[in-house]
């Protein structure tokens, strides 16, 4: 099996990683678009017109599978994706509703790119499943590229997650593959005050489910 992984940058390795440990015995095949990120600060069209040409690539190259490692794609244009590719496609977004499940103080932080935020799809993940939940979304436009070029402000990081907390968040999400890499930072800043979701194990489980459909 082939699975190709794709995102803007460095946010898709991480997950094209617990792809290689769930699957040692498939072909990880792992395509960013670093040239052109952050994605998480362009509109849906600019987003298709830049990764359709990519994924199509990946498709003729025999990726069998492709995991969407991007919410900031998933959340714009996954349904033009899903309409001009035919490989199935596996995809990720802000885990607002276990989010929702799992807080106590009925208070979310998501952290996601601009253009997630902005996304139709997040507003319906709010109206389905956070309703009477306060949802924060914490100002982070600027740490896809602050992860990317590997330039991390500690600083920014601590306040943004210690405003979330003062403000009543238990769970933070973290809804941008990129911040996976700093999870680690911000799980020791939340200490036992806040919960940090993100995505990983659902991709897996998801893609071994697609996985079992194909072969
Ligand atoms: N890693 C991407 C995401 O999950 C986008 C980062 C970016 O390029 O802005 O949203």
């Known amino acids: 099996m082939k699975i190709g992984v794709f995102d ?17 015995a498939d072909e990880v095949l792992f395509v ?10 362009k509109t849906p069209e600019q987003l298709l017109k830049l990764s359709l040409p990519l994924l199509s690539k990946m498709q003729a190259d025999g990726c069998q ?15 033009e994706l899903r309409n001009k590719l035919s490989v199935p496609l596996v995809a990720v977004e802000p885990m607002v509703k276990p989010a929702a499940t799992i807080t106590q103080s ?32 914490p100002d982070c436009s600027n740490w896809a590229e602050m992860i990317e070029k590997n330039q991390i ?27 996976h890499w700093i999870e680690e930072d911000i799980k020791k800043l939340a200490g036992d ?22 072969v």
């Open 8 to 24: 803007s940058g460095m946010g898709g390795l991480s997950v094209a990683n617990a792809v290689r440990n769930a699957f040692p």
């Open 32 to 41: 960013n678009d670093s040239e052109h990120m952050p994605y998480g600060l």
């Open 65 to 79: 599978v492709i995991v969407i490692a991007c919410n900031t794609l998933t959340t714009t244009v996954i349904s």
């Open 106 to 137: 009925k208070t979310i932080a998501v952290c996601a790119t601009p253009a997630t935020l902005q996304s139709k799809r997040y507003s319906q993940l709010k109206r389905d499943y956070a309703q009477g939940v306060c949802v924060l979304e």
């Open 153 to 179: 402000d500690s600083q920014q990081i601590a306040d943004t997650v210690n405003s979330v907390i003062s403000a009543g968040a238990d769970v933070i999400v973290l809804g941008c593959t990129h911040y």
């Open 193 to 214: 005050k806040a919960v940090v979701l993100q995505p990983e194990k659902a991709i897996i489980d998801r893609l071994a489910r697609t996985i079992e459909q194909l």
